[in-house]
């Protein structure tokens, strides 16, 4: 097994939308995915605080592959048991994220609010939701 904060890292990268879901077992996160549905088992019960800008930039990174936003933001909203982002639908826009999320989930597509607003925080515009 690889270090707390390797492990971290890794999970960081997925948000970001730079490693696939399955990049996930390496640190003890096993992921089934079927028929839109998601099963998480956290063996090693990581939890990792993620920011609106990870969520942005995962947005923006997998926005021209249908198929892998679809699953990478339903696995997203499936891992309360490996990540915590507390209070994004309280912040400014963070709303907007969480609709894009949902609706990637569903349709694999989001709509251009949602994709100027993860531009904006990417590209530090808009101050960063805690």
Not at 34 to 62: F, H, M, P
Not at 67 to 83: D, G, H, N, P, R
Not at 110 to 116: E, G, L, P, S
Request: glycine residues 8%.
């Amino acid at each position: 097994m690889i270090s707390h904060d390797k492990a971290e890292e890794k999970v960081l990268q997925f948000v970001r939308g730079e490693l696939p879901w399955g990049s996930l077992k390496g640190v003890g996160i096993n992921i089934l995915l079927q028929d839109g549905k998601c099963e998480i088992e956290n063996s090693e019960k990581l939890s990792v605080k993620i920011r609106a800008s990870d969520i942005a930039r995962g947005l923006l990174k997998l926005y021209s592959n249908s198929q892998a936003l679809k699953e990478w933001a339903t696995v997203l909203l499936s891992a309360s048991s490996f990540i915590d982002f507390p209070g994004l639908e309280n912040e400014t826009g963070g709303d907007i994220l969480l609709s894009a999320l949902w609706d990637s989930s569903f349709t694999g597509s989001f709509n251009k609010t949602a994709f100027h607003r993860a531009e904006e925080l990417v590209s530090g515009d808009l101050p960063p939701l805690t």
